[in-house]
């Protein structure tokens, strides 16, 4: 057994069940939640449990921390991974004019003690062991299901694998498919072309139907795969290492203050231990017979501490509102302050009150929040492969699309807490629905509307398009450019930097923000930064009124299929592109023609007078 360290904020990312990870010596396929070894620590957040138990169905699920070793030499706890794939290529060569640069492609039960043994073709020795290292495809349907491919058959075709040795032809220098075969040496099969794993067509296809195999749930994981018109899909060829490979999906939540953060924080220092199994305001009663309750619970009732038990088991009336939607309402009601100003606290924010005299951008601008304090909580929920789950611009994550399993009973998920700061924003709502009337709006939003619907199977009405998407695109590349200004002067790297944009019930903001399990993500450089928002925010525009890659960039319509970036207007790497952890839509939805003027289009830009 070895062991390899890797931050706790990975697992719900990089490295979740299901991923498949290249460690310095082999790679390996992280197993799913049951596998995991150790106590995991319960995660609390009741909004984000609730939200998730509710549109999961699954009513007994929990938030749990990935867990940790106590001590540097405690064996056996922590995240259990399985060697994959079974495949490997033999670390030597042997070159001819025929067959190019060839080395044996082996399997793990012809391995020796992890290495391969056989006929020395150059050194005086007859017989050898070499080093290996994990052959870089395997195959994959897009439900997530993995395998090996089976090499014999690729290259004895229909016939009956004669047991000879496999070899890995590389005939050219690039890596690409078209230079690799794969041979038998002891039969007259024909070297079979790489190039032919990646056919689609269901008559060219030669990887087969996929037999649902999910390794990372264990050996007797296999479910029926349907895809299509119920049959199962074809598999498609996967690099181990490529950034398709695996596709975390997450769900995020800002810790709010609640009813009474008082009881909250009792609560939660005797909830894992002693009230998460309650199930009466009796039990709190019995439970307060041990001195370490009566302590935490005192001055408080049994019945207002079973009320709080019931809230964080099945879910308040609050908790059925979108996570945004309840953190939107508490920024837009935040009087001078909110939340105790406590280093152990989670939430403490002070409004900032606007000049009158200022001029400029911040016009536009109703609502400014300086969060000195925040927690977030990041969970993951399931993954793709190939494509990215789609993210719906009104709602959080979208449950339609099938997400592979982290377990075969789903009863907890990972999930993590940040700590940081922020600064929140929001527009004048009164200016942003007469921008979306504008007539260069509207015909943005046309174009956008074929965009969006060239990668969707469900129609988009051109409505959605306007009185959504439209406000979501606009505050979505002001924040990128706004994330971008700030960053070259609070302290923080951008990529450290997220956003989270809120577009509802006819109300727009953005919150940046920054948050990490260790000391970074309270530094005080956002607070600092929200201080002077109004030359931050005329710095942003001034950045997005010309790309380096104009009038190239700008010229961009969405609607430009040929292209392919159905989802940008005028953004590019040279403008608006970000890091992708700090985007929440994965750099898709960008137009900066929708904030400023540009060199192709002046008259849609929300900080600008229009016709």
């Not at 195999?213 to 899909?233: F, S, T, Y």
């Not at 009792?266 to 302590?295: G, M, N, P």
């Not at 700090?582 to 289009?601: A, F, G, I, K, M």
Request: charge should be negative; hydrophobic fraction near 40%.
């Amino acid at each position: 057994m070895s062991i390899v360290k890797i931050r706790q904020s990975q697992i719900v990312s990089t490295y979740g069940p299901g991923a498949l990870v290249d460690l310095p010596d082999y790679a390996v396929l992280v197993a799913g939640l049951e596998h995991w070894a150790g106590n995991a620590q319960i995660v609390p957040e009741p909004r984000l449990l609730a939200n998730l138990r509710r549109r999961l169905g699954l009513p007994f699920l929990e938030l749990r921390s990935p867990p940790v070793p106590e001590r540097e030499d405690e064996l056996g706890i922590g995240i259990v991974a399985w060697q994959f794939p079974e495949w490997f290529v033999a670390q030597f060569e042997v070159s001819t004019k025929q067959y190019g640069r060839s080395r044996p492609l082996v399997h793990r039960k012809a391995l020796v003690k992890g290495r391969y043994v056989g006929d020395d073709p150059i050194g005086k020795r007859k017989r050898k062991d070499w080093p290996v290292v994990p052959v870089r495809f395997v195959q994959a349907c897009p439900n997530g299901h993995v395998s090996d491919i089976d090499w014999p058959r690729l290259v004895h075709g229909d016939g009956v694998a004669c047991g000879g040795q496999l070899w890995f032809d590389e005939r050219g220098t690039t890596g690409d498919l078209a230079e690799l075969f794969v041979r038998c040496d002891g039969c007259a099969s024909q070297p079979m072309s790489l190039v032919r794993l990646q056919a689609t067509s269901e008559e060219r296809a030669v990887l087969g139907e996929c037999r649902g195999d999910r390794p990372w749930l264990g050996p007797m994981a296999r479910e029926i795969c349907v895809g299509p018109h119920d049959k199962p899909h074809r598999n498609k060829l996967l690099i181990r290492h490529a950034s398709n490979a695996y596709f975390p999906v997450v769900e995020r939540a800002i810790s709010i203050p609640d009813h009474d953060e008082r009881l909250r924080r009792a609560v939660d220092s005797v909830w894992d231990d002693f009230l998460s199994v309650a199930e009466s305001a009796s039990d709190i009663k019995r439970e307060r017979k041990k001195q370490r309750v009566q302590l935490a619970l005192e001055s408080l009732t049994d019945a207002e501490v079973w009320a709080e038990c019931e809230r964080r088991q099945g879910g308040s009336a609050e908790t059925q509102k979108g996570l945004k939607d309840v953190e939107l309402d508490m920024f837009l009601s935040v009087p001078d302050e909110l939340g105790d100003d406590k280093p152990e606290g989670d939430f403490y924010a002070r409004r900032l009150p606007l000049d009158t005299k200022c001029t400029g951008a911040i016009d536009s601008v109703e609502r400014v929040v300086l969060v000195h304090r925040l927690r977030e909580v990041v969970s993951e929920i399931g993954f793709t492969r190939f494509e990215s789950s789609a993210l719906p611009v009104d709602s959080e994550v979208d449950l339609g699309v099938r997400l592979a399993a982290l377990a075969l009973e789903t009863r907890w998920l990972p999930a993590i807490e940040n700590r940081g700061e922020g600064v929140f924003l929001s527009l004048d709502a009164a200016k942003v629905k007469a921008w979306t009337t504008r007539p260069a709006v509207k015909q943005r939003a046309l174009e956008f509307q074929s965009g969006v619907q060239a990668t969707s199977k469900n129609p988009i009405p051109l409505e959605l398009v306007e009185q959504i998407y439209m406000p979501y695109i606009m505050l979505h590349s002001m924040s990128h450019l706004l994330l971008t200004a700030i960053a070259l002067e609070c302290g923080y790297a951008a990529a450290s930097i997220r956003e989270r944009i809120y577009v509802r019930n006819g109300a727009y903001g953005l919150l940046l923000y920054t948050g990490t399990p260790d000391a970074e993500g309270t530094l005080g450089g956002l607070v600092q930064a929200g201080r002077r928002i109004a030359r931050h925010l005329d710095a942003a525009l001034e950045l997005g009124r010309l790309c380096s890659n104009d009038p190239v960039c700008a010229q961009h319509k969405p609607s430009q299929l040929h292209e392919g970036r159905f989802k940008h207007g005028a953004a590019c790497h040279g403008c608006l592109l970000i890091a992708e952890p700090s985007c929440e839509r994965r750099n898709e939805l960008l137009d900066r023609s929708l904030v400023v003027p540009t060199v192709d289009l002046t008259d849609a830009a929300f900080f600008d007078e229009g016709p």
